[in-house]
């Protein structure tokens, strides 16, 4: 037997498969008892084709971009409290307390409505649930969900939620290190490189990356942050500059800082898709940015960003299983005096 909420939620999430699969993108519905606030994953994906037959149907697919979005989604005219022209208020459960869970994730998260209009024809808008504009106070059950935000088969309907699924919200609001005024690592790692202005810089940093490797990294939305040569490797490479390399010797506390502090994050290179090797893993790898304005001694403020190497892999190419998750440190640099 079905109760009938539960049979008009099921609509709802056949409703959103729909326009997802119309678009060439994936759903993965989450299990009720593991839901935590969210109904399913949505993957973004990106069409392919064969450029010397890009109309052979036979050579066209679609390939991850490594996007992600969390999703909840509602389903009918019951939740509606009251709406107009720009939104929809809708009443929900517990609000504070899943609003908690959704802003502690670390991939976007949106809540879609749909309903059906007197012609029995579904209509869906969606809402950031990270950004306060969507909720009527801290304390209340209500939440909007703007009409401007259309959740329909149109392929124009796609746009504003790849945007969101690239970057976490808040990003453009950059958090602000100054050791001088606190410092979250509390001297487990010192807030400056080791040694006088008498020891040569690099072998300074040396000892700083030594001890920073032993103690490791935790960034608050990505986990564990492997500090190793891969990213000693990629600072000193032969073909930089020197004087970016001192720069970037000289920042390696602060970057300390920053992995371990920032949560708003964006994706700095599209996916590279690696599933020609011999173990037959299919393996996807980018890069993530993570930005603060860092307040130098002697120096003022500047901007300083960390770049992490992120790799997705799927054993034995079943997309289906669960992937393992790997991050790397990678490089540190002042975006306005070039990588």
């Not at 976007?108 to 579904?122: A, E, M, N, Q």
């Not at 309907?157 to 410092?183: E, F, Q, T």
């Amino acid at each position: 037997m079905t109760s009938e909420s539960n049979r008009t939620g099921a609509l709802g999430v056949n409703y959103v498969e729909g326009v997802l699969l119309e678009w060439g993108w994936g759903f993965q519905k989450i299990d009720q008892e593991n839901d935590d606030g969210f109904d399913g994953i949505i993957y973004i994906r990106s069409k392919k084709v064969d450029p010397a037959k890009p109309d052979d149907r036979r050579r066209q697919y679609w390939e991850g971009t490594g996007g992600l979005i969390h999703v909840q989604i509602k389903t009918g005219d019951g939740y509606i409290k009251k709406q107009d022209k720009q939104e929809i208020t809708l009443g929900l459960n517990n609000i504070p307390e899943k609003r908690l869970l959704w802003k502690k994730s670390a991939l976007p998260c949106i809540l879609i409505f749909v309903s059906r209009d007197d012609k029995g024809h579904y209509y869906s808008y969606w809402s950031d649930l990270k950004s306060d504009s969507t909720y009527v106070s801290d304390t209340s059950n209500n939440v909007k969900v703007f009409r401007k935000n259309r959740f329909f088969r149109s392929p124009e309907c796609k746009g504003p939620l790849r945007k969101l699924s690239r970057s976490s919200h808040g990003y453009i609001n950059k958090p602000v290190i100054d050791l001088a005024k606190y410092d979250s690592l509390h001297g487990l790692i010192e807030p400056k490189l080791p040694g006088g202005l008498n020891v040569p810089l690099k072998y300074r940093a040396i000892e700083f990356y030594k001890e920073w490797k032993r103690i490791g990294a935790v960034n608050p939305c990505f986990g564990n942050v492997i500090i190793n040569r891969t990213g000693w490797s990629h600072i000193t490479r032969k073909d930089r500059p020197m004087g970016r390399i001192e720069t970037s010797f000289s920042l390696l506390p602060y970057a300390s800082r920053i992995i371990n502090d920032v949560t708003s994050w964006r994706t700095l290179t599209s996916i590279r898709k690696y599933d020609k090797r011999q173990d037959k893993h299919i393996t996807y790898v980018d890069f993530i940015g993570l930005t603060a304005k860092v307040i130098i001694k002697n120096r003022g403020s500047t901007e300083v960003m960390v770049v992490l190497k992120r790799e997705t892999k799927f054993l034995d190419g079943d997309l289906n299983t669960k992937p393992i998750n790997r991050v790397w440190f990678y490089t540190v640099y002042e975006p306005g005096r070039g990588k």
